[in-house]
């Protein structure tokens, strides 16, 4: 056998699985997403596309390959976010991706079963989510939004910037549960020991300007 036939049998060989699998047809996976935004929020539906742009990188295709079931909420709507959550477990996808806490406690109490992995999470030991962050047990894991450790060095660059600062006001979503974790887990910190840091709560456009001008006088 020449060297053109060896190659032609070893392509010929290499194609046969695919050309197979082509014919037998892929198995189809199923994947939820529970957003906690409206289907008409831009931010959300950039989110959204980066996952699929992800996926399809990665292989996966949306209607070859994958089938996303996908279901968008409204922020601090949690009875939107159980029925949701519901109906995606009823769905048996082989697993769940959730955005932000509010979904995924909603999962969490929805499912032990169907993995759920989270994203932009700010702290998923504190809310209950996982056990730890080093074994997260159960059937849920994901990502962090930021480590606590950080925003005592946002203060630490803060004074760097501007040292006669002796009082800093913290604007923080009062719905979000552990919005204020990270300061007061920071406050005996260096930083902390010669700033004054007052937080302020805010959810929706208005408070948050009030505040704002508020914290400039502070």
Do not use: Y
């Not at 036939?5 to 194609?15: D, M, P, R, S, W």
């Not at 935004?37 to 980066?50: C, E, K, L, M, T």
């Not at 991706?97 to 504190?126: E, K, Y």
């Amino acid at each position: 056998m020449n060297r053109r036939e060896f190659i032609t049998l070893l392509g010929g060989a290499t194609a046969w699985p695919l050309a197979v699998r082509a014919q037998q047809g892929e198995p189809v996976r199923r994947v939820g997403v529970l957003m906690n935004s409206p289907a008409d929020d831009a931010q959300g539906q950039g989110r959204f596309a980066a996952f699929l742009q992800g996926l399809q990188q990665l292989g996966w295709s949306e209607g070859r390959n994958v089938r996303i079931d996908v279901r968008w909420g409204a922020q601090g709507d949690s009875e939107t976010n159980r029925q949701h959550a519901a109906e995606l477990v009823a769905l048996a996808p082989e697993v769940i991706l959730a955005s932000t806490a509010p979904p995924t406690a909603a999962l969490q109490r929805a499912t032990r079963t169907i993995p759920v992995v989270f994203a932009m999470v700010v702290d998923p030991v504190g809310t209950g989510i996982v056990a730890s962050l080093s074994r997260p047990g159960g059937n849920i894991t994901g990502f962090m939004q930021f480590e606590f450790s950080v925003a005592g060095k946002w203060l630490e660059l803060l004074k760097q910037i501007a040292p006669g600062v002796t009082r800093a006001a913290i604007l923080r979503d009062p719905s979000s549960l552990p919005s204020s974790r990270p300061w007061r887990r920071r406050s005996a910190s260096r930083s902390f020991q010669s700033t004054r840091a007052t937080p302020a709560k805010s959810s929706t456009a208005s408070p948050l300007s009030h505040n704002l001008r508020t914290a400039v006088w502070l």
